[in-house]
């Protein structure tokens, strides 16, 4: 019988929820949770721009799909969230985003929100990867 797993990182700071689940069928798919501009103790560190808060999001994002190997070259979409009301933030965080993926231009959903679930946080991307059977 086939369940889902809950992956769980070894290299992040700890956190109360699993940083991926993965349902196995057709091609393994693995439902990455919110990457948030975290450093190794699972801070967002201060005075940083909203640009550098999205690099370290990709950073931490390349880090929780290794734990699944699987890669940026695998995410088959993304959703990234700003906590701005200022269009300019928006474009500054995907534009970062952007850069990191290279030439994968993955779909994407970019949204403004209210608040994120860390202080100072202010950007944060959810993923869906997709990786081939062996």
Not at 86 to 97: E, G, K, P, Y
Not at 99 to 121: A, I, K, M, N, R
């Amino acid at each position: 019988m086939k369940n889902i797993s809950l992956i769980h990182s070894k290299v992040l700071p700890a956190v109360d929820y699993a940083y991926a689940s993965h349902v196995p069928t057709g091609m393994e798919l693995y439902f990455m949770a919110g990457a948030c501009p975290l450093d190794q103790e699972g801070r967002v560190p201060e005075g940083i721009s909203v640009e550098e808060q999205a690099k370290l999001c990709v950073e931490n994002l390349r880090a929780a799909l290794q734990e699944c190997d699987a890669a940026l070259k695998d995410v088959a979409y993304t959703r990234v969230l700003v906590a701005s009301g200022d269009q300019a933030d928006l474009v500054a965080a995907w534009q970062a985003i952007r850069e990191e993926f290279g030439s994968h231009d993955v779909p994407s959903t970019l949204s403004g929100v209210t608040v994120l679930g860390y202080s100072g946080q202010l950007v944060e991307i959810e993923a869906v990867a997709a990786v081939a059977k062996e």
